[in-house]
């Protein structure tokens, strides 16, 4: 397996859209490396259902998802994914933890969700 073409940027927490090539010669474009809350992973190829769900359009075992994690990572820099240039300051449960409770209500809307068609590749 070869990765053919890999597109580096910042798409929300989407850092890279690539394409692979299997040994076989099957091509599998569209699919993504992301940095999620626990961890990276790698991102497939999905259409959005009549119900406004998405679904992976290419469904592979979890060994060949990290085996395609590794080789994106690899590809990608590895560890430049973690630094970001800023120093965190925030407790390590940071996500877990509960806000506090601020009776204050913002009147500015809130900023619109990114979706898979909304990135260009």
Do not use: C
């Not at 630094?83 to 933890?97: H, I, L, R």
């Amino acid at each position: 397996m070869k990765i053919e073409f890999m597109n580096k940027g910042e798409w929300g927490k989407v850092r890279a859209f690539f394409s692979v090539r299997t040994e076989e010669g099957f091509i599998i474009k569209g699919l993504k490396l992301i940095e999620g809350i626990n961890g990276n992973f790698v991102g497939f190829p999905s259409e959005k259902g009549k119900d406004g769900e998405y679904r992976d359009t290419i469904l592979a075992t979890k060994e060949l998802r990290e085996k395609l994690t590794q080789f994106a990572l690899k590809e990608y820099g590895g560890d430049a994914m973690h630094s970001t240039g800023f120093e965190s300051n925030a407790p390590n449960d940071f996500y877990n933890s509960t806000p506090p409770n601020n009776e204050q209500t913002s009147s500015t809307p809130r900023a619109a969700e990114a979706y898979d068609d909304d990135i260009p590749f």
